[in-house]
C-alpha cells in the first residue's frame, strides 16, 4: 500500500510506530520462548495530528505474514494483503458510556485470529483456495457519553448523539484514505480493484453502530473536510453483532421476562447517549427504524449491486447473557429477513454473560474467522 508524505492522514498514521505482538510458542513445541504472530499500532489518530481528542483513535494489527520479512514494517508504511484478503473492523460495547471498556476489548480475539493466520500459512497441507486470507484487524476508540459513576472533564467523555456514529464514519473514512477500505469506484473492477473485502463488527452497542453505519440517520453528518475523498467507501461484506442492542425503545417499553429489572438502566444509558425523545431511540436502533435501509444504505438500489451478491449479517447470541436478551436478537433477525432476499442472515450462539465473548476472545476469534472463511 502507498505511503506519501504531507498527507494529513499519512502523517496522522506515521506519528504511531509498530510493536510486534507476541505470544508464547505452543507447549507441544519443543523450543520455548515467544512467537511474533503481527505487528501493532496502539493508538492512531484516526483526524488530523493536533485535532483528536483522547478517544479519537483506532488500533491496527497485521498477521506477520504482511511483511515478508521478520522485521517490523517501516513506520510509513501500511502493508496489504494478498489479493482478495479481508479486514475485520470491530466496535467495542460498553452502553455509549463506559470508559473501563474500550478498543482494547478486541485484545484478546485479535491475537488469537493472528495466531490463526499464522498457522495457516504455515500449514502447507491447506489448498490456498481454502486458505483464509486475513489482511488485518482494527479496533475504533469513539467518543462517549459521560458516565454516572465516573464523571469526568474530558470532552472526549462528554459526548451525545450523533458524536458516537460520526467518530465512527471519522474513522472510516480516515481508513479508506489508508487503503484498509476499498473505495466504491473499485466495485466491480476485477481488473485494477485489488478486491479487499471488509468486515464490521461490534460487541452490544458496538453492534448497534456497526449497522448505524449503513442507516441514513438524520440529521446528516458532515465528514471532517481534511478526510474526504472524491469517492466513497465501500460498504462492508459482512456485519457480525455480538449480543447486540437493536431495539431500545422495544426493551424499554416492554423488557422480556427476567430482564424486567434492567428497565431503568437501560432508560438512563439510552437518555445519555441519545437524549429524552423517544422517536429519536426508534429511529436510531436497527431494528426499529424505518424500513428499507439495507436497500437503500447498504446494498445498494442499482442492479450492478444486486449482481455482486447478497450481504452477509452474523448474529451471536448467549442465551446466558445476564443484560441483553435473546429477544434482541429475533427482533434484529425478523427486521432483515423483511428486507427480502437482500441479505443472508445467520445465527450463531455464545456461551456466558454478556462481556465473556470479547474477555475470553476465543468463541469471537471463531465466528470472525468462519465470517473471513465465507466471503
Ligand atoms: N457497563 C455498562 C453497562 C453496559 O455496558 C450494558 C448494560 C445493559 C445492556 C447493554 C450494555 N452494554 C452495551 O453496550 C455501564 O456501566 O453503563
Same mark, same amino acid.
Given at each position: 500500500m502507498p505511503s506519501a508524505a504531507a498527507d494529513p492522514v499519512w502523517d496522522a498514521w506515521a506519528s504511531v510506530p509498530w510493536t510486534p505482538v507476541d505470544v508464547p510458542k505452543t +507447549? +507441544? @513445541?519443543?523450543s520455548s520462548g515467544t512467537v511474533t504472530v503481527g505487528w501493532h499500532k496502539a493508538g492512531?489518530?484516526?483526524?488530523?495530528l493536533g485535532e483528536a481528542l483522547s478517544l479519537q483513535t483506532l488500533d491496527l494489527w497485521i498477521p506477520s505474514s504482511a511483511t515478508g520479512t521478520g522485521a517490523a514494517p517501516d513506520i510509513n508504511s501500511l502493508p496489504s494483503g494478498p489479493h482478495g484478503s479481508v479486514w475485520i473492523i470491530y466496535i467495542h460495547g460498553g452502553a455509549w458510556r463506559d470508559p473501563r471498556i474500550t478498543f482494547a476489548s478486541f485484545t484478546p480475539a485479535a491475537t488469537n485470529l493472528l495466531f490463526r493466520a499464522l498457522s495457516s500459512s504455515n500449514d502447507? @497441507? +491447506?489448498s490456498p483456495s481454502h486458505n483464509p486470507k486475513l489482511a488485518g484487524l482494527v479496533s475504533l476508540n469513539y467518543r462517549l457519553s459521560p458516565h454516572p459513576s465516573h464523571p469526568s472533564p474530558d470532552p472526549a467523555r462528554n459526548?451525545?448523539?450523533p458524536d458516537h456514529i460520526s467518530d465512527i464514519l471519522t474513522a472510516l473514512s480516515f481508513l479508506s484514505r489508508l487503503g484498509v477500505i476499498p473505495r466504491r469506484s473499485n466495485i466491480n473492477n476485477n481488473n485494477t480493484g485489488n478486491n479487499t473485502k471488509w468486515i464490521l463488527a461490534g460487541h452490544s452497542c458496538g453492534a448497534t453502530l456497526s449497522f448505524q453505519t449503513l442507516m441514513p440517520l438524520p440529521p446528516l453528518l458532515p465528514t471532517p473536510p481534511l478526510l474526504l475523498s472524491s469517492s466513497s467507501p465501500q460498504p462492508p461484506s459482512a456485519v457480525v453483532g455480538f449480543n447486540g442492542l437493536y431495539d431500545l425503545a422495544g426493551f424499554i417499553a416492554d423488557p422480556p421476562q427476567g430482564y424486567a429489572h434492567l428497565r431503568d438502566g437501560y432508560r438512563e444509558f439510552t437518555v445519555g447517549a441519545f437524549g429524552e425523545d423517544e422517536s429519536v431511540w426508534r429511529a436510531v436502533c436497527p431494528a426499529s427504524c424505518e424500513a428499507g435501509w439495507v436497500r437503500r444504505g447498504w446494498v445498494g438500489e442499482g442492479k450492478e449491486e444486486e449482481k455482486a451478491g447478497k450481504v452477509v449479517v452474523m448474529l451471536v447470541q448467549s442465551r446466558e447473557d445476564q443484560l441483553v436478551p435473546w429477544q434482541q436478537l429475533e427482533r434484529m433477525r425478523e427486521c432483515l429477513e423483511r428486507e427480502g432476499r437482500l441479505v443472508e442472515v445467520r445465527v450463531r450462539e455464545a456461551r456466558g454473560e454478556h462481556d465473556e465473548i470479547w474477555r475470553e476472545g476465543g468463541r469471537m476469534a471463531e465466528v470472525l474467522w468462519e465470517v473471513v472463511e465465507g466471503l
Amino acid at each position: 500500500m502507498p505511503s506519501a508524505a504531507a498527507d494529513p492522514v499519512w502523517d496522522a498514521w506515521a506519528s504511531v510506530p509498530w510493536t510486534p505482538v507476541d505470544v508464547p510458542k505452543t +507447549s +507441544s @513445541s519443543a523450543s520455548s520462548g515467544t512467537v511474533t504472530v503481527g505487528w501493532h499500532k496502539a493508538g492512531v489518530p484516526y483526524l488530523p495530528l493536533g485535532e483528536a481528542l483522547s478517544l479519537q483513535t483506532l488500533d491496527l494489527w497485521i498477521p506477520s505474514s504482511a511483511t515478508g520479512t521478520g522485521a517490523a514494517p517501516d513506520i510509513n508504511s501500511l502493508p496489504s494483503g494478498p489479493h482478495g484478503s479481508v479486514w475485520i473492523i470491530y466496535i467495542h460495547g460498553g452502553a455509549w458510556r463506559d470508559p473501563r471498556i474500550t478498543f482494547a476489548s478486541f485484545t484478546p480475539a485479535a491475537t488469537n485470529l493472528l495466531f490463526r493466520a499464522l498457522s495457516s500459512s504455515n500449514d502447507n @497441507s +491447506s489448498s490456498p483456495s481454502h486458505n483464509p486470507k486475513l489482511a488485518g484487524l482494527v479496533s475504533l476508540n469513539y467518543r462517549l457519553s459521560p458516565h454516572p459513576s465516573h464523571p469526568s472533564p474530558d470532552p472526549a467523555r462528554n459526548a451525545k448523539h450523533p458524536d458516537h456514529i460520526s467518530d465512527i464514519l471519522t474513522a472510516l473514512s480516515f481508513l479508506s484514505r489508508l487503503g484498509v477500505i476499498p473505495r466504491r469506484s473499485n466495485i466491480n473492477n476485477n481488473n485494477t480493484g485489488n478486491n479487499t473485502k471488509w468486515i464490521l463488527a461490534g460487541h452490544s452497542c458496538g453492534a448497534t453502530l456497526s449497522f448505524q453505519t449503513l442507516m441514513p440517520l438524520p440529521p446528516l453528518l458532515p465528514t471532517p473536510p481534511l478526510l474526504l475523498s472524491s469517492s466513497s467507501p465501500q460498504p462492508p461484506s459482512a456485519v457480525v453483532g455480538f449480543n447486540g442492542l437493536y431495539d431500545l425503545a422495544g426493551f424499554i417499553a416492554d423488557p422480556p421476562q427476567g430482564y424486567a429489572h434492567l428497565r431503568d438502566g437501560y432508560r438512563e444509558f439510552t437518555v445519555g447517549a441519545f437524549g429524552e425523545d423517544e422517536s429519536v431511540w426508534r429511529a436510531v436502533c436497527p431494528a426499529s427504524c424505518e424500513a428499507g435501509w439495507v436497500r437503500r444504505g447498504w446494498v445498494g438500489e442499482g442492479k450492478e449491486e444486486e449482481k455482486a451478491g447478497k450481504v452477509v449479517v452474523m448474529l451471536v447470541q448467549s442465551r446466558e447473557d445476564q443484560l441483553v436478551p435473546w429477544q434482541q436478537l429475533e427482533r434484529m433477525r425478523e427486521c432483515l429477513e423483511r428486507e427480502g432476499r437482500l441479505v443472508e442472515v445467520r445465527v450463531r450462539e455464545a456461551r456466558g454473560e454478556h462481556d465473556e465473548i470479547w474477555r475470553e476472545g476465543g468463541r469471537m476469534a471463531e465466528v470472525l474467522w468462519e465470517v473471513v472463511e465465507g466471503l
